[in-house]
């Protein structure tokens, strides 16, 4: 079922033109890594798809119908969140706190979101979330009192909180060890069958882990997609990002 479709999306900044008539289309339960090298338009794509940016021509379609001009707070209210290349914590409020404001980003309104409306349903949840990356433990600590390698990682939960249908994340994995990489993939390898991931990152060991289809954009333009196996396999992909012939 077709959840998400980009149709010619271009996007201009002045005179720069960082993403060309970029189309595919996202279905229901697929897991799809965008990669191509620094400067080739993945964070700007993501940011158009979540709201975040308008983009300067082409169309966004959710469940077929116009999202476009759509608002992040409307594009969450139709199911899709994401995580950001840089954090983006309320730093001065507990973790826990963080993830109950996330959990309840859906809500009609900001009185609503901080109404005792189904508490007991989102404080679990959060348990839940913070337990999968071990933080549960930390849930009275204020994040600037975390790692920065905790803090992507609640980066993740954040946008797992409000039970997306697509989860938009840009580049999880970033500045994280070799651990808490590993309980990345677990979590994100551990979703709901039904739910949708979208994901760049640079961390080809955590792409291929996930992926079920690859796009490759280079330069703003979309050069490639298939499974990691055909993403592996294509010439122009491996000389111009996987490495060489």
Request: with cysteine; aromatic share 6%.
């Amino acid at each position: 079922m077709e959840l998400l479709m980009v149709e010619g999306l271009s996007k201009s900044f002045g005179g720069l033109s960082v993403l060309k008539n970029i189309s595919f289309t996202i279905h229901t339960g697929e897991k799809v890594g965008i990669i191509g090298p620094n400067g080739a338009g993945k964070t700007t794509l993501i940011n158009i798809m979540s709201g975040v940016l308008p983009p300067s021509g082409g169309q966004i379609y959710v469940r077929g119908k116009p999202a476009t001009k759509t608002t992040p707070y409307k594009f969450c209210r139709l199911g899709i969140s994401r995580s950001f290349q840089l954090n983006t914590l309320f730093l001065n409020i507990s973790l826990l706190d963080n993830v109950l404001i996330a959990s309840k980003g859906k809500q009609l309104s900001w009185l609503k979101m901080m109404g005792p409306v189904n508490e007991r349903h989102y404080r679990a949840k959060a348990q839940e979330l913070l337990e999968m990356v071990g933080l549960w433990e930390k849930r009275k600590v204020f994040p600037k009192a975390l790692s920065y390698g905790e803090q992507r990682l609640v980066e993740v939960v954040l946008a797992l909180a409000s039970e997306p249908s697509l989860l938009l994340l840009d580049e999880p994995s970033a500045g994280l060890s070799t651990a808490e990489v590993h309980q990345v993939l677990g979590l994100l390898g551990n979703l709901p069958e039904d739910m949708t991931l979208f994901f760049c990152a640079h961390d080809m060991s955590l792409l291929f882990a996930l992926a079920s289809r690859v796009v490759v954009l280079h330069h703003g333009e979309l050069i490639a997609e298939g499974t990691p196996e055909e993403i592996k396999a294509n010439l122009r992909v491996r000389e111009i990002y996987l490495g060489g012939s």
